[in-house]
């Protein structure tokens, strides 16, 4: 038997199958699976060229798989794509038993290998998801770019391009900052990037949160005014977990971890994340998480079919595993 994690994404979508001794059978990554992108005809095709080329690799057939869990972005916001997404997801697994989840959850699943405790996303987007030990589920964030997503690329991006006018106008002093998005987006004249952002990307989320990187390229340079955007997103994903734990219980340890691109900064980042959580309780462990996202996802699959709490003998063995997988 086997089983089957979907970790949808606003950028990527990324497939991982198990068997039942917890061996990885066969990955898959492709494009977006967000219904407010590729609507539910492509979350349809996403979800159709996944199974299709995970079952390839493993050499088995659909009906082997026995339980799917898919953390599909959006869920649970609105009702009308949530419509979309489990008629999306019913067309192509109706074969075997699913659980659809909003994608911050297989989050969670794949940092804490679906232990108790919290996980920061902190992608194109930002939302932080948690179960405590008595099984409650709480969510904090998650409002969209428009709304909120405070601490995302999105929001770094939107933070670094304030930062960029207003130092191209000369009311902030100049850094590096200026020279390096002029360089990478080839700008000559002062207001380009109006165009870039609005005609060009058409502010898509994706393409506007690339711009983070630059944000990244600066701060190693020592811009201050970078550094001072990676502080204040830590500060922002710090509130989200100061949300959930007031409405959640844990035992004398608090696990903490994280996922997503703007983790890539490293201890621009992370530093001052764990100087916020440090003074709001010291028994927060902050750790990297345990796996991808996708293979959390097919690890929540196999512990629901089978009934069982992870322990951390199937953990040390899968993560084990994965390891074993990603090197060849």
């Known amino acids: 038997m086997f089983f089957l994690g979907v970790d949808g994404g606003g950028t990527k979508t990324k497939f991982a199958l198990f068997n039942d001794q917890l061996k990885v059978c066969g990955t898959f990554d492709t494009t977006t699976s967000h219904v407010t992108q590729v609507g539910k005809e492509g979350v349809i095709k996403v979800l159709q060229s996944g199974l299709e080329n995970v079952l390839q690799e493993a050499k088995i057939c659909k009906e082997e798989i026995k339980y799917v869990v898919l953390g ?18 019913a067309s192509v697994f109706n074969f075997t038993n699913y659980y659809i989840v909003n994608d911050a959850e297989v989050g969670w699943a794949g940092a804490l290998a679906c232990q ?29 770019e428009f709304i909120g997503d405070e601490g995302s690329a999105y929001w770094i991006a939107k933070k670094t391009l304030e930062g960029y006018s207003k130092q191209k106008d000369g009311r902030l002093l100049k850094t590096v900052l200026v020279d390096i998005i002029d360089k ?31 944000t990244f390229a600066a701060a190693q340079r020592g811009c201050k005014y970078s550094i001072e955007i990676f502080e204040k ?51 927060i462990v902050l750790l990297p998480p345990k796996m991808e996202p996708c293979f959390g996802a097919a690890f929540y699959a196999y512990l629901k079919y089978k009934s069982l709490n992870p322990t951390e003998e199937l953990i040390d063995t899968l993560v084990q595993e994965i390891r074993n997988y990603l090197k060849n």
Not at 125 to 143: K, L, P, Q, T, Y
Not at 184 to 207: P, V
Not at 265 to 283: E, I, M, R, Y
């Open 72 to 89: 599909m972005p959006g869920y649970t916001e609105i009702k009308s794509n949530d419509a979309q997404i489990e008629e999306a997801v």
């Open 116 to 144: 108790p405790g919290i996980n920061i996303v902190a992608g194109t987007g930002s939302i932080a998801f948690a179960v405590d030990v008595e099984g409650r589920r709480e969510r904090i964030g998650g409002w969209g």
């Open 184 to 214: 990478k987006y080839g700008i000559k004249d002062k207001f380009e990037i109006i165009d870039i952002m609005h005609n060009q990307y058409k502010l898509k989320r994706d393409k506007v949160a690339e711009l983070s990187l630059c």
């Open 233 to 283: 997103a830590a500060y922002e994903l710090f509130l989200h977990v100061e949300g959930i734990l007031r409405k959640t219980k844990y035992s004398d340890t608090i696990l903490v971890s994280y996922v997503g691109g703007v983790f890539k900064a490293g201890d621009f980042v992370l530093q001052p994340l764990k100087t916020f959580l440090s003074k709001l309780n010291d028994k």
